[in-house]
């Protein structure tokens, strides 16, 4: 069955530029999505179609997909920025979930 | 401004069935398709399955044999049915709007989740 991977921690300091990777067989055939969520709430879409913004999500905000990785992206981090990250992905008719990657901005 | 509200029990026993509603509020259940999502305690999210407001579904291959996905037009609203349930199912339940119609869509509205424990 297809999996998506990611890295279940990366770190990053205030100000720089955080990547998390989402890897998966021929994944950049395939739109890639990221949800952020934060302790207690519903997770929200910030990348749609592999490098779209939603209407609010801040600039700082970008993906890529190519190959077998999505990336998301986040420049110029902020500690608001801290928070669980999650990709999606469908494969055959059916929508898949990355374990998720938890960011700290310290 | 889409809103979606879970409902249900809170509390479910092993071995019984989990039922859970979605109202939608502020736009039409039409013409769009509606999941459910569940994340356990401390883990990862885990799509459930689709159903297009015609009624058509799709489930979560791992979930199929378990699992009924309902919606009612005249009252904007979907529901969630897993029957024979353990502790395993113990998870916070989303309900969610894909943001396009079909294959490769992702999820724009969300609720606000309700946790969903099986307990005897």
């Known amino acids: 069955s297809y999996e998506l991977t990611q890295p279940p921690s990366v770190s990053v300091s205030p100000g720089q530029t955080a990547s998390i990777s989402c890897s998966g067989d021929?994944?950049?055939?395939?739109?890639t999505c990221w949800y952020q969520q934060k302790p207690g709430q519903s997770p929200l879409l910030v990348i749609y179609?592999?490098?779209k913004r939603p209407s609010g999500i801040p600039e700082r905000f970008s993906g890529s997909n190519s190959g077998n990785t999505a990336t998301l992206t986040i420049s110029g981090t902020q500690a608001m920025d801290e928070a669980d990250y999650y990709c999606?992905?469908?494969?055959?008719?059916?929508?898949?979930f990355g374990g998720g990657t938890k960011l700290t901005v310290l | 401004q889409v809103q979606l509200q879970e409902s249900g029990p809170g509390l479910v026993k092993p071995s019984e069935t989990l039922s859970l509603t979605c109202i939608v509020s502020?736009?039409?259940?039409?013409?769009?398709?509606w999941s459910w999502i569940r994340q356990p305690p401390g883990k990862g999210l885990e799509w459930i399955g689709y159903?297009?407001?015609?009624?058509?579904?799709n489930y979560n291959p791992s979930l199929k044999s378990r699992v009924t996905i309902s919606v009612d037009t005249s009252k904007n609203q979907f529901s969630l049915r897993l029957n024979s349930v353990t502790a395993a199912d113990t998870a916070v339940y989303y309900c969610?709007?894909?943001?396009?119609?079909?294959?490769?869509?992702?999820?724009?509205?969300w609720g606000q989740g309700t946790l969903v424990t099986v307990s005897s």
């Open positions: 179609q592999d490098t």
């Open positions: 969610a709007r894909h943001q396009e119609a079909g294959y490769g869509s992702s999820f724009d509205y």
């Open positions: 502020g736009g039409s259940i039409s013409s769009y398709y």
């Open positions: 999606q992905a469908w494969d055959s008719a059916t929508v898949l």
């Open positions: 021929k994944l950049g055939n395939k739109y």
């Open positions: 159903i297009y407001y015609t009624g058509s579904t």
